[in-house]
T-cell receptor, first 111, second 114 residues
């Protein structure tokens, strides 16, 4: 069965600094996609970034980028120039036959 | 606005009761997913439908059931409610079942069982 693990329940970052959120997954599927979602206090689920497993190039969306290590089954999210509005729960998700989420990392941004 | 509509947004009910949560997917989306998020927890996959047929099942209790109708809206029925069923229930949709398709979430239905 596929699993997604986020080992950091909580992280803090100073405003304007860079932070990396970790995610590992386990799967035997060959065709899958990986995602990071942001959940602010409103509890809405907002797609941040997605990565196709067949692509070696790491995905980037403005200040958000991923470090995708397929062999290690690792998919971390880097947030550059952190802003107060980045404070939220971040969920890593795996999409193969099923869509599975990790337990989340709460990110605090310190002014 | 993701285009996925969920009703009601908030619901308070008593233990032992039954409720129905409704979801309208984005226009053109054939697949609907239901997730449960308890307080400070991750998202638990409940069930997925594609074009009216059940496609995948997760940790859905026997007291819970769902269906997708011909007009593609979906309903999640929760019966014999317990205090532990209090949670945020998300519906999400995608164009089809392929892994390449991003799923888009509604704003959720808050269920409080008292």
């Amino acid at each position: 069965a596929q699993t997604v693990t986020q080992s950091q329940p909580e992280m803090s970052v100073q405003e304007a600094e860079t932070v990396t959120l970790s995610c590992t997954y386990d799967t035997s599927e060959s065709d899958y996609y990986l995602f990071w979602y942001k959940q602010p206090p409103s509890r809405q689920m907002i797609l941040v970034i997605r990565q196709e497993a067949y692509k070696q190039q790491n995905a980037t969306e403005n200040r958000f980028s991923v470090n995708f290590q397929k062999a290690a089954k690792s998919f971390s999210l880097k947030i550059s120039d952190s802003q107060l509005g980045d404070a939220a729960m971040y969920f890593c998700a795996y999409r193969g036959y099923k869509y599975i989420f990790g337990t989340g990392t709460r990110l605090k941004v310190l002014a | 606005d993701s285009g996925v509509t969920q009703t009601p947004k908030h619901l308070i009910t008593a233990t032992g009761q039954r409720v129905t949560l409704r979801c309208s997917p984005r226009s053109g989306d054939l697949s609907v997913y239901w997730y449960q998020q308890s307080l400070d927890q991750g998202l638990q996959f409940l069930i997925q439908y594609y074009n009216g047929e059940e496609r995948a099942k997760g940790n859905i209790l026997e007291r819970f059931s769902a269906q997708q109708f011909p007009d593609l809206h979906s309903e999640l029925n929760l019966s014999s409610l317990e205090l532990g069923d209090s949670a945020l229930y998300f519906c999400a949709s995608s164009v089809d079942i392929g892994a390449a398709n991003t799923i888009y979430f509604g704003e959720g239905s808050w269920l409080t069982v008292v």
